[in-house]
Nanobody
Framework: QVQLVESGGGLVQPGGSLRLSCTASGFTLEHYAMGWFRQAAGKKREGVSCVSSIDGNTNIADSVKGRFTISRDNAKNTVYLDMNSLQPEDTAVYYC????????????????????WGQGTQVTVSS
């Protein structure tokens, strides 16, 4: 059974940091493009950052460029999202997603591209 489980969300003050983790079970991430998405209340789900299966090439949203970093550890079957300088507008449910595609090019960070999704983890940025 394919499953993605996110963890690491929580409440953080503006300017703070969090590390989200996404661990896969039922399959190995090695041949999968991976992505982090987020959905704020009343808004559409949007791509945050996505990474290829070969060489770890990434796409990242302009709104988080320079603050967020996606990385993958295939040995641990886990993908991470390091979030720094968090702002209230980063408040959302963050989702991990996967698609079985083994290529070097950075994958599109669009919801239609991904086959498997986690249940999400809440990130709240507030003082």
């Amino acid at each position: 059974q394919v499953q993605l489980v996110e963890s690491g969300g929580g409440l953080v003050q503006p300017g703070g940091s969090l590390r989200l983790s996404c661990t896969a079970s039922g399959f190995t991430l090695e041949h999968y493009a991976m992505g982090w998405f987020r959905q704020a209340a009343g808004k559409k789900r949007e791509g945050v950052s996505c990474v290829s299966s070969i060489d770890g090439n990434t796409n990242i949203a302009d709104s988080v460029k320079g603050r967020f970093t996606i990385s993958r550890d295939n040995a641990k079957n886990t993908v991470y999202l390091d979030m720094n300088s968090l702002q209230p507008e980063d408040t959302a449910v963050y989702y991990c997603a996967a698609r079985q595609v083994h290529v070097r090019v950075a994958p599109p960070c669009e919801t239609f591209y991904y086959e498997h999704w986690g249940q999400g983890t809440q990130v709240t940025v507030s003082s």
